[in-house]
T-cell receptor, first 110, second 116 residues
Framework: AQKVTQAQTEISVVEKEDVTLDCVYETRDTTYYLFWYKQPPSGELVFLIRRNSFDEQNEISGRYSWNFQKSTSSFNFTITASQVVDSAVYFCARSNMLTFGGGTRLMVKP | EAGVTQFPSHSVIEKGQTVTLRCDPISGHDNLYWYRRVMGKEIKFLLH????????ESGMPNNRFLAERTGGTYSTLKVQPAELEDSGVYFC??????????????FGPGTRLLVL
């Protein structure tokens, strides 16, 4: 099976620190999509970003940024100046029909 | 615009009983997906509807699980009879066409099922 691996099961940081969540994927497809979702304590999965395999430009959205490296099959997610509200479980996923990583629980302490 | 809704939010049943989970997708979304996360494992794909048709049910674990989407609107997932290993969180997601698994899927809050 083509897996998605999030090696960090849990990360704890202090507010205002930067934190990077790692995601490594396997695929035999030439065209594919990568996603990040956030699961806050309320439980729903909140969509954060979708990238296609042909677009390796890094993306920044406010305090969030994503680094897609096709050569290493990685799609890492960085939160700059973390806040307590960023505390959640973050999932990386790959198309098709969404293959998910195991999730990384991020705890941001005040 | 209302998001994906799921009912119930929690369900506690005994082994051997039947449970039916419901999902209402975002209005206008023809694609509807079911996923589940059992304790300590990854979120796994169960099946995919395009309107009322099952497009892919390769993730359904066994024939105790039956999904329907009559009329192409809401969907139900029935587990009969429930076993202990069915405990977990069942997520529903919906998306617009083309539904090849590459489009953004929007998830509901999940149903937490506990089988005792």
């Amino acid at each position: 099976a083509q897996k998605v691996t999030q090696a960090q099961t849990e990360i704890s940081v202090v507010e205002k620190e930067d934190v990077t969540l790692d995601c490594v994927y396997e695929t035999r497809d030439t065209t594919y999509y990568l996603f990040w979702y956030k699961q806050p304590p309320s439980g729903e999965l909140v969509f954060l970003i979708r990238r296609n395999s042909f677009d390796e430009q890094n993306e920044i959205s406010g305090r969030y940024s994503w680094n897609f490296q096709k050569s290493t099959s990685s799609f890492n997610f960085t939160i700059t100046a973390s806040q307590v509200v960023d505390s959640a479980v973050y999932f990386c996923a790959r198309s098709n029909m969404l293959t998910f990583g195991g999730g990384t629980r991020l705890m941001v302490k005040p | 615009e209302a998001g994906v809704t799921q009912f119930p939010s929690h369900s506690v049943i005994e082994k051997g009983q039947t449970v039916t989970l419901r999902c209402d997708p975002i209005s206008g979304h023809d694609n509807l997906y079911w996923y589940r996360r059992v304790m300590g494992k990854e979120i796994k794909f169960l099946l995919h509807f395009v309107k009322e048709s099952k497009q892919d049910e390769s993730g359904m674990p066994n024939n105790r699980f039956l999904a329907e989407r009559t009329g192409g609107t809401y969907s139900t997932l029935k587990v009969q009879p429930a076993e202990l290993e069915d405990s977990g969180v069942y997520f529903c997601a919906s998306s617009q066409l083309p539904g090849q698994g590459e489009e953004t899927q929007y998830f509901g809050p999940g149903t937490r099922l506990l089988v005792l």
